[in-house]
């Protein structure tokens, strides 16, 4: 049985596990949730989520969400070194997914909460948060600019789980306009994952269709 993976194709998130499980080899079942619809937030898709986020991930009977853990699970199942080779890659690429979480992704979902969400809600963003998000992006990017100065990938110098973690918030740039196009070398190593990961740029593809599609039935313009 396929392992299922529930999620919005708009999703930054749902993008990271799917385009990793096309590198990795991995057959999925996509299950699609309309998150415009709330679909989400219904009784069933919490018994999944209790958090009602996309993606989750259902293999048999195990059911996780959180797409780094998702990720990672799948690399281990699959025997994948997009995990990590040695120990010692292992655990730079898990650094790189933990300070992603925290300290990274967290600001360009803030930004994509107030620039977007808050549009569809017919709400004003409030000017504050999106430049507080701003302020920390741009200190993270600087460190990663730097780094990929010196990397053509994250870890390792070829591709890794940490790459698509730490590549999430591209998802959404050319929306929420987050000031990642002022870091050449971040720029360019976005670019080099399209042209080399063939799952990252077909989910370029779909979360841009969704989104755009969404804010232009919703006579958004931004
Ligand atoms: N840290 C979570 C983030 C999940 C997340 O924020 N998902 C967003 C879409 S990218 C979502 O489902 N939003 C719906 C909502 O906020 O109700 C992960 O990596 O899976």
Do not use: C
């Not at 797409?67 to 025997?79: F, H, R, T």
């Not at 720029?187 to 979360?207: F, I």
């Amino acid at each position: 049985m396929a392992i299922k993976i529930y999620g919005d194709p708009g999703s930054g998130s749902r993008r990271r596990v799917t385009a990793a499980a096309a590198a990795m080899g991995i057959d999925i079942e996509i299950v699609n949730v309309d998150l415009f619809k709330g679909e989400s937030h219904t009784p069933e898709f919490l018994e999944l989520n209790p958090h009602g986020l996309s993606p989750v991930m259902v293999d048999g009977d195990f059911v996780l969400y959180e797409s780094a853990a998702i990720n990672l699970y799948l690399a281990e199942k699959a025997g994948s070194d997009l995990a990590g080779k040695t120990i010692r890659e292992k655990y730079e690429i898990l650094q790189w997914m933990f300070w992603s979480g925290e300290q990274w992704r967290i600001f360009a979902t803030l930004t994509f909460d107030e620039v977007l969400g808050k549009r569809f809600m017919g709400r004003p963003a409030d000017e504050t948060i999106v430049q507080l998000a701003a302020d920390k992006i741009r200190a993270g990017a600087a460190v990663l600019d730097a780094h990929l100065a010196e990397h053509d990938y994250i870890v390792g110098d070829r591709l890794t789980l940490a790459d698509f973690d730490i590549a999430g918030p591209f998802s959404q740039n050319e929306r929420t306009k987050i000031p990642l196009n002022e870091f050449p070398n971040l720029v360019a190593w976005q670019q080099r994952l399209l042209d080399t990961v063939p799952g990252w740029a077909a989910t370029k593809r779909e979360v841009d269709e969704r989104i755009d599609g969404a804010l232009a039935g919703a006579g958004i313009e931004l």
